[in-house]
């Protein structure tokens, strides 16, 4: 009974189906590849000295961030690595490379999430090991769940602090990250490493209500920023200005939200809502919800991703974070919500938006009534989403050896998007 409670089972039914039937019910082996934009022939550290990158699971591997956690590990111009962790897996590199960081000297501190459902044995297990190790483990807060997905790296070199904060939308978990589709972000902009550390600063004392000049933070700053965000697009519509909001997550439930976005509609705003599950919001509601549409994919891979856009061309405001639009989320949890600032990763997330946006095989439109139904076919070429993407990634996956290029340059940010909207309406 405990087994079927905590669907464990789920994953081992494939390893139990004969050859054939194997054959016939599962899909084709697809190995995680190396992304595009790193160098195989280089540490991933001074690459991500020099640039921003971006990791889109399952499409890519996980490694590249394992590998950079390892070399952090070794590296004697390393100070200190602050992580928070709400899942892991059961076998766990991330943890084996933290407690070697520890052992070598540095300051490793971890903010665990002990009450992650169904994971609370594992995380207090994981814990124990690290604290065994010389970390300093920190567990969480009274009455608010640390969801958060953030880890920071800072070196000093040449007499000058370095910061590389990496910000994620999926759990450090080597299992998952081969299942559900998550960003991961790794930048050494200095102004978004200050704020990471002043969050780590503050996290460390309990203080819940930190400000930060780039990171949006839960529970205290996060859900008055993207209200901010939406007023914003909602105020150039009724000045006659394009104004354009684009969110994927996975719920939208919070009452406040959902009034915010209902008055964008109305005030002329374009909006897109990719939502894997709960969507407390109807579209298409005359005098309501007229401009905005929602849709959501189920694929082979579970969407986990959370993307926040707001405006159009180079001037919009772009975030990918840990939080859903639910009141849990924006006030009873901590989460982080990263501006995405690199110009070729900003390009990249557009496309990947564009390709989510153009999906009509998987994607299921949500009606005015609250019900789903196909995209409807317009003479389009068939399109799924999630094999697009893995078709892509191993196609453009560098050769051992070989210097990967930097993203292709494409059309200006969300340009593509807007333009399908309205070829769409």
């Not at 996975?250 to 915010?260: C, E, G, H, P």
Request: one cysteine or more; aromatic letters at 8%.
């Amino acid at each position: 009974m405990q087994q079927c409670h905590n669907l464990l089972y789920v994953y081992s039914l494939e390893g139990q189906l004969p050859g054939e039937s194997r054959a016939a019910l599962c899909y084709e082996p697809f190995t995680p590849k190396f992304p595009m934009g790193l160098s195989r022939s280089e540490r991933i550290l001074p690459q991500v000295l020099r640039h921003d990158a971006l990791l889109f699971y399952p499409f890519h591997s996980m490694d590249p961030f394992l590998q950079l956690i390892r070399e952090a590990a070794n590296d004697p111009n390393v100070l200190s690595i602050k992580i928070t962790i709400y899942r892991l897996a059961s076998k766990a590199k991330l943890i084996e490379y933290l407690a070697a960081a520890a052992e070598n000297g540095k300051d490793v501190s971890v903010l665990m999430e002990l009450r992650a459902r169904f994971d609370e044995q594992n995380n207090i297990s994981w814990a124990e090991r690290l604290e065994d190790a010389g970390c300093t483990v920190q567990y969480g807060f009274e009455g608010v769940k640390v969801h958060s997905k953030i880890c920071l790296i800072t070196r000093r070199e040449r007499g000058s602090i370095q910061h590389i904060t990496q910000v994620g939308t999926g759990n450090y978990n080597e299992k998952t990250a081969k299942l559900y589709t998550d960003l991961c972000l790794i930048t050494s902009n200095p102004a978004i490493g200050a704020d990471a550390a002043a969050f780590f600063q503050n996290m460390s004392i309990s203080n819940l209500e930190g400000e930060y000049r780039h990171l949006l933070v839960a529970p205290n700053g996060l859900k008055n920023r993207l209200i901010s965000l939406i007023d914003g697009e909602t105020a150039k519509a009724r000045a006659g200005k394009p104004a354009h909001i684009f969110i994927k997550c996975n719920s939208v439930t919070d009452r406040d939200l959902i009034d915010k976005l209902s008055e964008a509609s109305q005030a002329g705003v374009d909006i897109v809502l990719n939502v894997r599950g709960i969507c407390c919001l109807r579209p298409g509601v005359p005098g309501k919800t007229d401009r905005i549409r929602v849709f959501s994919i189920v694929g082979r891979y579970l969407e986990h991703p959370r993307i926040f856009a707001f405006g159009v061309g180079k001037d919009a405001r772009l975030y990918i974070g840990s939080a859903d639009l639910m009141t849990r989320n924006t006030e009873r949890r901590v989460e982080i919500a990263c501006p995405v600032l690199d110009e070729g990763i900003r390009r990249q997330i557009a496309h990947y938006v564009d390709v989510l946006c153009r999906d009509n095989g998987k994607a299921r439109l949500m009606g005015s009534d609250g019900h789903y139904f196909p995209v409807p076919d317009r003479g389009e070429a068939p399109l799924d989403a999630q094999a697009a993407f893995m078709e892509e990634a191993a196609r453009q996956e560098p050769a051992p050896g070989a210097v990967s290029p930097a993203p292709e340059r494409r059309k200006g940010f969300f340009a593509a998007v807007l333009d399908r909207l309205k070829s769409r309406s």
